[in-house]
């Protein structure tokens, strides 16, 4: 890193007093994107020089002394599935390619407005389906811990630019576990919040019901901070909710109260869960107990339906909002041969646009919308849907917070799984559960495997509870005196 800290936590205060200026963060950083992008193909896009002219903006500002966030100058890497007005939007689709938004999300203006430096836009599976950032049309994203495995999706190159120093925090969705599962499969937090704490506009539906954009960074600090920045109401996301946002980042450094910490069983004794997973979780769960915390053991009896749930409600909404992508509207459309029928123009550009996962996903949730089925299967899910969260509602009358690993298995080989659906899906086993529910959930690094894999465990909480649930998970941190740690990488 050219002597330069990779770390936020470090890099805050020698901004804030001038020591480093951010042209020499934002160079450092897109060095190391130059670098590592080759092997890891962590980006879509960036440009560097709207980078520094960014970050000269703010050396700037801060010499004329004016009072800016602790933020200001700090590169972020985006997802490229939320909308920014100076570089293309592809959502890792073929469809959208080209695509260049005419107005910046929410969040990205938040960030902006922030002093925060835009530093590229990052890889993930097509339209954010996926869980391995392999269904993107520009390729894999790979594990800087072992390149031959995913770093997890579909907000993979969010994960891999953190856990790679390629920048310091990064922006991803999570619909099922897309920040969640690749945080943990790279060694980084990343954090989904409530349904509608960060707003949706501009943030590319996959399904809308289950969507949310939250932070990665390398410890519960950096998830506070950026969340802190992008969370609150606005009036042009209709399921934003209008209610004041804590001071995540001063709440946490507040002494730990003793947290009643449940345990959820089916996640802990299922039967696909990885031995060294489970041993990982058993020793955190000891270091809560050494905390003085209460452990209780929890069921989520319907969590058994979590997956099947959420394979018919996401792909259901998914047709719907993917039905835009016709060639007329937005980016790609298919050469059509002379006189070609409008129903050709359709076809052609969305078989063409769109990858095989995408198509699978539209195809099953066009089947499960359609007259005759949606009562069978749609409006089903939307019961057990909400069986699910009684399960997380009556659990939190007993705890505070819910823990359990994040996903049942380490980082799995790149092409192990891409061409089995089923296996893929069950992936999430874990993570789905909040988005059915709408509540906060975040993921820590908890140790590796023998082989250096990287375990994350899993937090989950009330509605709104980020709060608490951030200083639960540094309380671990605190405790174990977690200090980030960055791969070797030979290139
Ligand atoms: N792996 C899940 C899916 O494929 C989750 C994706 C996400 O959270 N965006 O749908």
Partial sequence: MNQLPPFARDLAPKLASRELSSREVTHAFLERIEKLQP???????????????????????????????????????????????????????????????????????????????LIGKTNLDEFAMGGSTETSFCGPARNPWDLERTCGGSSGGSAVSVAAAMAPFAIGTDTGGSIRQPAAFCGVCGMKPTYGRVSRYGLIAYASSLDQAGPFGHTV????????????????????????????????????????IGVIRE?????????????????????????????????????????PTYYII????????????????????????????????????????????????????????SEGYYDAYYKKALKVRRLIRNDYDAAFEKVDVLIGPTTPTPPFKIGEKVDDPVQMYLEDLYTVGANLAGIPALSIPIGKTRSGLPIGMQFQGPALSESQMLRIANAYQRATAYEPQLPTLSC
Avoid at 296 to 301: A, E, G, K, R, Y
Avoid at 317 to 325: K, V
Wanted: aromatic residues 6%; negative net charge; hydrophobic residues 40%.
């Fill in 39 to 117: 092997t890891l193909n962590a980006f879509i896009s960036w440009d560097g020089e709207r980078a520094l002219a960014a970050a000269d903006k703010i050396d700037q500002r801060r010499a004329l002394g004016e009072s800016l966030s602790p933020l200001a100058g700090i590169p972020i890497a985006i997802k490229d599935i939320l909308c920014t007005t100076d570089s293309v939007t592809t959502c890792g689709s073929r469809i959208l390619e080209k695509y260049v938004s005419p107005y910046d999300a929410h969040l990205i203006t938040q960030l902006r407005q922030a002093g925060m430096i």
């Fill in 267 to 307: 996640h802990l004794d299922s039967p696909g869960l990885d031995d060294e997973i489970r041993s990982a979780m058993l020793a955190a769960i000891d270091e809560y107990r050494r905390l003085g915390c209460e452990i209780v053991d929890i069921t989520l009896p319907h969590t058994k339906y979590s997956i």
């Fill in 221 to 260: 600090g950096d998830l506070a901070i950026v969340l802190q920045t992008i969370a609150g109401h606005d009036p042009r996301d209709s399921t934003s909710l209008n209610v004041p946002v804590p001071d995540y980042v001063s709440e946490l450094s507040q002494p730990f109260t003793k947290a009643r």
């Fill in 314 to 369: 996401a792909p259901s909404e998914a047709s719907s909002n993917l039905s835009r992508f016709d060639g007329a509207h937005y980016g790609f459309r298919a050469q059509l041969v002379k006189n070609a029928s409008l129903i050709d123009m359709y076809s052609q550009t969305r078989s063409q646009g769109f990858g095989a996962e995408v198509r699978r996903r539209i195809m099953l949730g066009t089947y499960t919308l």
